[in-house]
């Protein structure tokens, strides 16, 4: 697929199947996405292996728990995680379900393999390469393509940007939105744990949507607001993704060995944790199910992914998504968080 051949690729119209989950609208664009979607990190044996059998299981048990929004992207399990996310949905309609993925690391062969990827349990024989020019976005488009099975992604984010180059995301959104105007791709967006070139972006029409990592949770809002709010104003969206806080927010007290962004939990946190806790217990709702619901609670927001390794997984986060959460929990929560 290149930008010279995508008016042959139209992006056909998406159905609504009846037994989706609530869905929220992509503002500018002819998606909706399922208020929970499935994060398929964990299909590229993030940190540990996950087999074949679980992997699917996982997909086939969203896609029953109605979810019908999917996000992978190459990097994760060095295209694992595409390969067994596409192989997974094959035998679904296409039109029924959002597939996203990500651009900027490029995959390519490993010239000094080590044995293993330092982060996903993976041989690496391929390495990740940044590279957001337009010829190593269409690369890393027909790779995904081709490692996913289908013949369209419906978003296309620019992966980490920030931490590659600060012009970065703006040089990814200028071929995206080439892409998208063309019907390649339905939607364009950045996915970043950093909310600080968000509103610029969104001012100046240079992405329909962000996957915000981390950003905007029970614990941490401040430095997100900008960018939800110009996201508002733009007709834009927000697809908030690691609302745990690496699994801070998971359980309903802190657990022992709880992390937050990936590393040790400070004192001061864990006892303004606790205290969310019993806030949340208060009002007869525990901690991850107003993690998963607060950022729903904002209207820039369409859809909160969370990883899901297996279908237990999947059950447990679907529960926790469906609770009720009593509207008077968040002005409570509101008041804490100031």
């Keep these: 697929m290149t930008a010279e051949n995508a008016s042959d690729s139209r992006l056909p119209e998406r159905a609504l199947p009846g037994d989706a989950l609530p869905e929220r609208a992509l503002p500018g664009t002819a998606l909706r996405l399922t208020e929970l979607g499935f994060g398929a990190a964990s299909l ?15 997909v086939d ?31 679904r309609p296409r039109d029924e379900y959002v597939l996203s993925t990500k651009v900027g690391r490029l995959l390519v062969p490993n010239e000094n393999p080590q044995g293993q990827d330092p982060d996903f349990v993976v041989p690496d024989t391929l390495r990740r390469q940044w590279d957001f020019s337009r010829d190593g976005i269409l690369r890393s488009i027909e790779q995904s393509l081709e490692r996913l099975g289908t013949d369209h992604v419906d978003i296309v984010y620019a992966h980490d940007p920030d931490q590659f180059d600060e012009k970065a995301a703006w040089q990814a959104a200028e071929t995206l939105t080439e892409l998208r105007d063309q019907g390649v791709i339905g939607a364009r967006g950045v996915g970043t744990n950093d909310a600080g070139q968000l509103a610029a972006l969104f001012e100046a029409d240079a992405i329909d949507v ?58 001061e946190l864990r006892a303004r944790t606790v205290a969310l806790a019993e806030l949340c217990e208060a009002h007869g709702v525990t901690l991850p199910q107003a993690a998963i619901a607060f950022p729903l609670a904002h209207p820039a927001v369409v859809d909160v992914t969370l990883g899901m390794r297996t279908a237990e997984q999947v059950d447990r986060n679907a529960d926790l998504y469906a609770a009720a959460v009593p509207p008077e929990l968040w002005a409570a929560l509101l ?3 100031e």
Excluded: C, Q
Aim: net charge neutral; no cysteine; proline share 7%.
């Design 61 to 91: 048990r969203a896609w029953e728990r109605g979810i019908r929004s999917f996000d992978t992207a190459p990097h994760y399990g060095l295209g694992l995680s595409e390969r067994r996310l596409g192989a997974a949905l094959a035998d």
């Design 44 to 58: 590229g044996n993030l940190y540990r292996e996950t087999s074949d059998v679980d992997a699917r299981a996982a």
């Design 210 to 267: 962000a996957m915000l990592a981390g950003r905007y949770t029970l614990l941490e809002r401040e430095a997100a607001l900008p960018a939800l709010e110009a996201a508002v104003t733009h007709g834009k969206a927000v697809v908030a993704v690691a609302v745990f806080n690496s699994g801070l927010l998971a359980t309903d007290r802190p657990a022992p060995d709880a992390r937050y962004d990936y590393g040790p939990v400070p004192p």
């Design 335 to 337: 008041s804490r968080l």
